[in-house]
């Protein structure tokens, strides 16, 4: 009988320690997004984890499913993430940011936010063809013309 119970309770602490070793996030697939506004918020993303080849759509697709983020993208723009809109009638739009040097733009004129003491500029390539590596950082934020 105690050969049972201790069979048994060898059996339950393996499937444990399985259980938790696969359900370990691999830190070197890890990105960083976030979401600006008022008070911005931080997703951390594991590219092993979803289809990064489709850039930006795959990201906001994953961070749907896993954390109930709400998105729309209209003929490619990004119209709607989170809390912040696209307002023709302001002036407001949503600008993404990113810290991989070949999406970002590098003409004088390009926008910029300032994150944790880092610059980040604004896209110039596709929202599909975004560039998601492991360390980058990708700002979500509003911009308002003046």
């Known amino acids: ?3 049972k119970v201790c069979k048994t309770l060898a059996f ?3 499937l444990v320690i399985m259980a938790s070793l696969c359900s370990c996030k691999d830190e070197a ?3 960083t997004v976030v ?3 008022d008070s911005p918020t931080e997703y951390a993303v594991y590219l092993n984890e979803f289809d990064s080849s489709r850039g930006l759509y795959g990201l906001l697709e994953h961070l749907e499913k896993s954390v109930k983020l709400n998105y729309e993208i209209k003929d490619g723009r990004l119209v709607k993430v989170g809390g912040l809109e696209y307002n023709t009638g302001d002036g407001t ?3 993404v940011y990113t810290s991989v040097s070949s999406d970002a733009s590098d ?3 390009r926008f910029t936010v300032d994150y944790k003491g880092a610059t980040y500029s604004e896209i110039d390539v596709k929202l599909s ?3 998601l590596e492991p360390g980058a950082l990708i700002y979500i934020g509003l911009l308002r013309y003046v």
Do not use: F, N
């Open 93 to 95: 739009d949503i600008c």
């Open 35 to 37: 979401i600006g506004g």
């Open 12 to 14: 339950v602490l393996i």
């Open 129 to 131: 063809e975004m560039t």
């Open 1 to 3: 009988m105690k050969t």
């Open 107 to 109: 003409a004088e004129d």
């Open 29 to 31: 697939q890890r990105m």
